[in-house]
């Protein structure tokens, strides 16, 4: 039976620790916190006029940015819906209980 490494995806970088291996598969993204993401942005434009905008913390002291639900323009002209339909609703291809044909 082969054997695994496992490491955390954000404690890899820079790390030669798997080079012997034949195939790695890394699995995560490097998605900076809000508070980073501010960090990098003020260092960049540490010398703007227009001072960066921060995201406030919500009642629970958390930071997040906000959701929106973005529609893009394809290069056919049409616009496909943000979401894909869910089962059992409407538009989904099969008919659901919330269906008058049902």
């Known amino acids: 039976m082969a054997?695994?490494?496992i490491a955390?995806?954000?404690?890899?970088r820079g790390s030669n620790e798997f080079e012997g291996h034949e195939i790695a598969i890394i699995l995560g993204r490097d998605e900076p916190t809000v508070a980073a993401a501010?960090?990098?942005?003020?260092a960049i434009w540490y010398d703007t006029k227009e001072p960066i905008r921060r995201v406030a913390p919500d009642v629970r002291g958390r930071i997040n940015y906000r959701s929106?639900?973005?529609r893009y323009l394809m290069a056919d002209g049409h616009r496909p819906s943000?979401?894909?339909p869910r089962p059992?609703?409407?538009g989904a291809g099969a008919r659901g209980r919330d269906d008058p044909g049902h």
């Open 3 to 5: 054997e695994a490494e």
């Open 88 to 90: 059992g609703c409407r």
């Open 68 to 70: 929106q639900t973005r």
């Open 38 to 42: 501010e960090q990098r942005a003020m």
């Open 82 to 84: 943000p979401r894909p």
């Open 8 to 12: 955390h995806f954000g404690n890899i």
